[in-house]
């Protein structure tokens, strides 16, 4: 088996067009801030519960007959509200937040996180926290117009969405953006 390393990560994807189109328009009024912003397409929105990094094709075999052991049932995942990481006055993150299905999102991830560890793989320096990245922060530029329309969406709804499948992503880098491929995928047992 090749040893070609392939980035990839562990997610729900955001299948819901409706709730897309509302975290787009969302997009564009923080765009509008003049801030420096790199957004997240709609197409390739996601939930990460677990990012992988750049490993062996070996590993990514072996993780895929571990996700065969993953039980869960579809559930709801409502998006809402807007926030930030690390915080308001140093953006560098811009997130939706999750409202509900973050215990089976959790679930989901403590299944996973142990196998994933036995595999060799180093945890997550950034823990688990349920949310949708949807733009990165380029520079300062404008910043204080940014955090304020950050708060002002802060209670923004976006939607519920039935969560019916996890999936197993390779991302591969380019100028023009990541694109995420879809190597395996779970459904609820």
């Not at 996601?46 to 094709?57: A, D, S």
């Not at 052991?69 to 953006?91: A, K």
């Given at each position: 088996m090749s040893q070609e390393r392939i980035r990839s990560f562990i997610a729900v994807d955001l299948d819901d067009a409706e709730i897309k189109s509302r975290i787009s328009k969302a997009q564009h009024d923080l765009e509008a801030t003049g801030a420096s912003l790199k957004l997240v397409q709609p197409e390739i929105m996601?939930?990460?519960?677990?990012?992988?990094?750049?490993?062996?094709?070996s590993t990514l075999q072996r993780i895929i007959e571990s996700m065969g052991?993953?039980?869960?049932?579809?559930?709801?995942?409502?998006?809402?509200?807007?926030?930030?990481?690390?915080?308001?006055?140093?953006?560098s993150v811009i997130w939706v937040g999750i409202t509900k299905g973050q215990e089976q999102l959790e679930t989901i991830f403590q299944q996973l996180e142990p196998k994933i560890r036995q595999l060799g793989l180093p945890p997550d320096s950034?823990?688990?926290?349920?949310?949708?990245?949807?733009?990165?922060?380029r520079s300062g530029l404008n910043k204080e117009a940014l955090a304020k329309s950050v708060e002002s969406m802060r209670e923004t709804q976006f939607g519920k969405m039935n969560a019916t499948a996890v999936?197993?992503?390779?991302?591969?880098?380019?100028?023009?953006?990541p694109i995420y491929t879809t190597i395996h995928e779970v459904t609820p047992s």
């Open positions: 996601h939930l990460t519960l677990r990012f992988l990094g750049e490993i062996p094709q052991t993953l039980r869960f049932q579809p559930f709801e995942v409502e998006f809402s509200g807007i926030g930030v990481f690390p915080n308001p006055r140093r953006i950034k823990g688990f926290s349920p949310h949708m990245t949807i733009a990165r922060v999936r197993l992503k390779k991302s591969t880098l380019t100028p023009r953006g």
